[in-house]
C-alpha cells in the first residue's frame, strides 16, 4: 500500500486532473452499482455530502436513533444542512418498515416533511450487526422513491458476513458511502456514490466543506489498494471478533451478551461498569473502548492476531470480577 501510494501518479483534485482519484472513484461506483462516486476525507464528510444533497433545511431526516450520523457526528447535519432527525428504535441495527412508514404518515398530521431515510450497514452500535438483502430490499420497497442512504462504513464487512454483493446491498439505496480507512486498512478515506446529477451537486458540497484536496492521488492508491487486497480478508477480522464475544460473554455472564449475535468485526455488550471495564483491560494491555455510558466496544482489523485473541483469553481468564456492584 505504502509503494503504491509513493509511485501514484498524482493531479489537483479540484481541476478534476488527478487520475488516480478518478480511477478509484470510478471502481468504486463500479462496484456498488451507482452511476458515479465523490472521494472524501472521512465518512461523516461522505455522510453529510449525502444529507446536504438529500435535503433541504427543515426537513426530517428518518434513522435509528444509535445511528453514526445521528449520534456521532457532533450535530452535523443539523449545523451543515439544517435537519432534524424523526428517530426510530435500532436496537437490533436494521429498523422496522413500520416504524419508518409511521414517521412518513405523520406528514398528513402537521408533522414535518421527510426528505430521507438513513440506514447503517453494518450497524456500529448494535455490534456491527449486518443488515439482511431482504430487509433492505423490503424497506425500498415500502418507502417507494423517497431517497434512501446507505451508510455503509462497514459496507464490505456487511457483504462477506451475509456473502452478498455489496452492489445488491447497496441497490435499494439512493446514495451509499463506505470507508476504506476501517477494516480495509486504507490511511484516509471515504466514498460517497450515487446517481451523477446528486455527485455533481455533492462535488460542490465538498468544496464547501473544505474536503477538495490537491495531489490526493496518494491517499487514493491506498483505496485500490485496499478494495483490491483487504476485502476477503475481512472474514479473519469476523473470526477473530467471534472468538473474542465468546470469551467477552464468558468472563462476564452478568451481561447477558449473546456472543452468537457477533457476525462481523465488532463486539459490543452492556454493563453497568463498562467504563471500570476498559478502564481495567487497558491496564493489562487490551485495548477497547465505551459507545455509551454503560457500553463496551472491542473492534478486530488487520493488526489483530490469533495470538492477541488467545492474550485476552488469557486477560480474561484471570481477570477482575467485575459482577458486584462496588
Ligand atoms: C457507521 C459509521 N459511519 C460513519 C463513520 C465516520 O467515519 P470517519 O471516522 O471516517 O469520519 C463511522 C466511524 O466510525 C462509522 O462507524
Redesign the pocket.
Known sequence: MREAMANAVVGDVGYDEDSTVNELERRFANMVGKESAVFVP????A?QLAVRVLTSPGDVIIAGRR???VS?EMGASARNSSVQFALIDDTKGAVRVEDVLDVIDAEQDHQPHVAMVAI?NTH?PSGGTPWELDAVVALRHAIGSLPLHL?G??LFNAAVATKTSVAALSAPATTVMA?L??GLCAPVG?LLAGPANLMQRALVERKRLGGTMRQAGFLAAAGIVALETMIERLHDDHVRARALADAFSGAFPESSFDATSCRTNIVAFDHPRAREIVEDLASKGVLGGTIAPRRVRFVTHRGVSDEDVDFVRDVLAHGKDFSARS
Open positions: 472521512s465518512g461523516v464528510m455522510n445511528q453514526h450520523v456521532f447503517e456500529m451508510d462504513a462497514r470507508c480507512s476501517k471515504s
